[in-house]
C-alpha cells in the first residue's frame, strides 16, 4: 500500500474556509478509497501566501510516495511556484493527489489539467455576472 502525508491549510485558500478537522476526513476518506496508507497531515502556517510546510512536505517525498493535500487550490497561486512544486513530484516519479476534486498528478498531462483548471478559476472572479 503506498504511503501517502497529508497537507492541509489552517488559513482560507481563494476565499474558502474549510476547519482542519474537515479537511483531515475528507482526506483520510480519500486515502481508504484509493486503498493509499494515510499519513498525519502537516498543516500549513496561516500567513498569507505561505508554503514553508508544503517544501518540508516536498523534501519528506524519499520517504513516501506521495502527497494529499486537501484541494488544489491549496497550491501557491503564482502559477510559476505550482510549476516547480509539480515538477518536483514528477521528477521523482510521486503523487501529487487532491481530496477535494478527485484528482491527482502523476504525470505532465495531468499536471496540465490542473493548470488549466486553475486559470479558469483566477478568470471567474473577472467575468460579467448576469442575474435573472
Known sequence: ?????????????????????????????????????????????AMRSCHLILAQVLSELP?????????????????????????QILSQQKTLHFAAEGLLISTSQEYERIETLWRIRQTLPHCAQIYA
Open 63 to 87: 520517504e513516501v510516495d506521495g502527497i494529499v493535500a486537501y484541494s488544489m487550490f491549496q497550491l501557491p497561486e503564482d502559477a510559476a511556484q505550482r510549476k516547480q512544486v509539480c515538477a
Open 1 to 45: 500500500m503506498k504511503k501517502v502525508r497529508g497537507y492541509i491549510f489552517s488559513r482560507p485558500f481563494l476565499g474558502e474556509r474549510v476547519p482542519q478537522h474537515v479537511q483531515n476526513l475528507v482526506i483520510r476518506d480519500y486515502c481508504e478509497r484509493n486503498h493509499l496508507h494515510y499519513l498525519l497531515s502537516a498543516a500549513e502556517y
